[in-house]
């Protein structure tokens, strides 16, 4: 790792079990994860991946390379009661928003590196921003009474808003909206699925519907410029196309394994089976 910005370290949780049960939430022992204190991202090591040095070591560099991504490709807001509402009404742009129970928690974390992976996979296709609800008294009267989210604590919640159509975006249609819109709502539910895999859907759902709307509105608006463009002199002078992005890393709770149809489901549930 020493070719790399990439810093080792090891906690003993019985010594420092704050920092294990309060600061990280340490599902089990031993766990690996990869932590980035400016931009408030985490990633855990599967439990299901082989514990070899250099299968840590390749999963180290591609988190690394993952993030380096992320954090020049990202548009991810973070949104304050101040500026809640405009962002929201005042765009033409599909609005996703996941609000966190604070930025120091575990869960809170790995929900924003999520929407980060969100935020860069869909670009200009969509608005993403993150909400934290206890920042101070404001934010909390936006979260539990503007958006009537549960009390804390809560995982993190996040709302859809519709896209808009273009030239209804100013302050004062903002401002007249109706209030069921201003509420967004409900992307999913994290008590019945798990908040990274439901990312994942918004994601290539938006992904797939939007992009070749999006493409076509670029072309659009590009050829409301000088008229025709000038054919360039030498197509060498072109840059080189950027390397692919690379592929988001999605991250969050493992589910356990599935109970097996067969004799390890009991008497009782071979019999169902059987009947089916």
């Not at 840590?56 to 009661?81: D, G, H, M, P, Q």
Request: with cysteine; net charge negative.
């Amino acid at each position: 790792m020493e070719e790399t910005n990439i810093q080792v370290g090891a906690v003993n949780c019985e010594k420092n079990n704050k920092i294990c049960s309060s600061w990280y939430d340490i599902p089990s022992y031993p766990t690996i994860m990869i932590l980035n204190e400016k931009w408030g991202t985490q990633q855990l090591y599967s439990k299901n991946l082989e514990k070899s040095l250099n299968a840590i070591v390749k999963w180290s560099k591609a988190v690394a390379a993952e993030w380096n991504y992320l954090f020049t490709s990202s548009r991810l807001l973070t949104l304050e009661a101040a500026n809640f509402t405009s962002s929201i009404l005042n765009t033409n742009k599909l609005v996703v928003i996941s609000f966190v129970d604070g930025f120091d928690c575990s869960s809170c974390k790995t929900a924003k590196t999520n929407m980060l992976r969100l935020s860069a996979s869909l670009g200009d296709m969509a608005t993403i921003g993150v909400v934290n609800c206890a920042k101070d008294e404001e934010a909390r009267e936006l979260c539990y009474t503007n958006q009537s989210l549960p009390r804390p604590p809560h995982s993190a919640m996040t709302k859809i808003w519709p896209r808009y159509e273009t030239g209804n975006s100013s302050e004062e249609d903002a401002l007249n909206r109706t209030e069921p819109l201003v509420g967004g709502e409900l992307l999913y539910n994290s008590n019945e699925i798990e908040s990274h895999i439901a990312l994942q859907i918004v994601e290539r759902t938006v992904r797939m519907t939007l992009m070749e709307q999006e493409k076509n509105e670029k072309g659009l608006s590009a050829s409301k410029g000088d008229g025709f463009q000038k054919e360039k002199e030498d197509p060498e002078d072109d840059p080189p196309p950027p390397p692919p992005p690379p592929p988001p890393m999605w991250n969050g709770p493992e589910r356990p394994p599935p109970i097996a149809w067969d004799s390890g489901g009991g008497g009782r549930r071979q019999q169902i089976a059987e009947r089916i």
